[in-house]
C-alpha cells in the first residue's frame, strides 16, 4: 500500500526557509488521480492546509499562506516538497504530507486524505 | 463563509451514541470527510463521502448531511474513540481546503 515519509530540517532558524520532502513509496505519484498535500498543525492546535500540487506541477496554496509557500514535485524521484520562507517562530508546527483524492456522489462531490505521514516536527529558533 | 465551524469539545458515557457536527457554506456543494487523531498521532481517515470507511474503520461511525450542517454520529461509542476529530471539505471554489477546528471527544 502507498506510504508517506516526511524528511528535512527538524529546527530552523527565524527568517530562513523551512524545507521539507514527501517521498512516496508503494504507489505511483504520477496518477492523475490524486493531488499531493502538506498540512501542518501547530502545537496543540487544529489543521491547518497549506497547499497542494499534481503530478503536472499545477499548484494550489491556502491563501493566508500563499505569498511564501512553493510547493513542487519530481515525478522520477516520486517525492514532492514544501519550501516556506522567512519563517518565523509561527511557523513552529508538525508538518504532514498526505494524498489527497477526490470523489463524487450526486449532488456532492468530496475529498479525502488518505494516506498521511507519520508528521515531522519543525522548530523555529534562533 | 469560508470556514467549518465544530464545537470545541464533546463528551459521551461509554456504549451511548453521540453527535460531532461541522457547519460551512461549503458542506452545501462538498460533503465532509472525517479524521479521528489520537495524542502523538498523526489523522486517521474515518468516514468520507456519502458513508466509506476505511478497513478497520468500524461501523458504528456514520455520516450524514442537512443543509450546512454534516455529521458524524458514534453509535455506541467505546474507551477508545477518545480523541480529536476533524471535518474537511473543499471550500467553494473547489480549489482550496477546509479543516474544522476540531471536536474533542471525552468518552466517560
Known sequence: QVQLQESGPGLVKPSQTLSLTC????????SADYYWT???????????????????GTTYYNPSLKSRVTISVDTAKKQFSL??????????????????????YPPYAYNWFDPWGQGTLVIVSS | SSELTQDPAVS??????VKITCQGDSLRLYSATWYQQKPGQAPVLV??????????IPDRFSVSTSGNTASLTITGAQAEDEAVY?????????????????TELTVL
Request: charged content about 15%; glycine content about 16%.
Open chain 1, 83 to 104: 519550501m516556506l520562507t522567512s519563517v518565523t517562530v509561527a511557523d513552529t508546527a508538525v508538518y504532514y504530507c498526505a494524498r489527497d483524492r477526490t470523489g463524487h
Open chain 1, 38 to 56: 502538506w498540512i501542518r498543525q501547530h502545537p496543540g492546535k487544529g489543521l491547518e492546509w497549506i497547499g497542494n500540487i499534481f503530478y503536472s
Open chain 2, 86 to 102: 476533524y471535518c474537511n471539505s473543499r471550500d467553494i471554489t473547489g480549489n482550496q481546503v477546509l479543516f474544522g477546528g476540531g
Open chain 1, 23 to 30: 517521498t512516496v513509496s508503494g504507489g505511483s505519484i504520477s
Open chain 2, 47 to 56: 468516514v468520507f463521502g456519502k458513508d466509506n470507511r476505511p478497513s478497520g
Open chain 2, 12 to 17: 459521551v458515557a461509554l456504549g451511548q451514541t
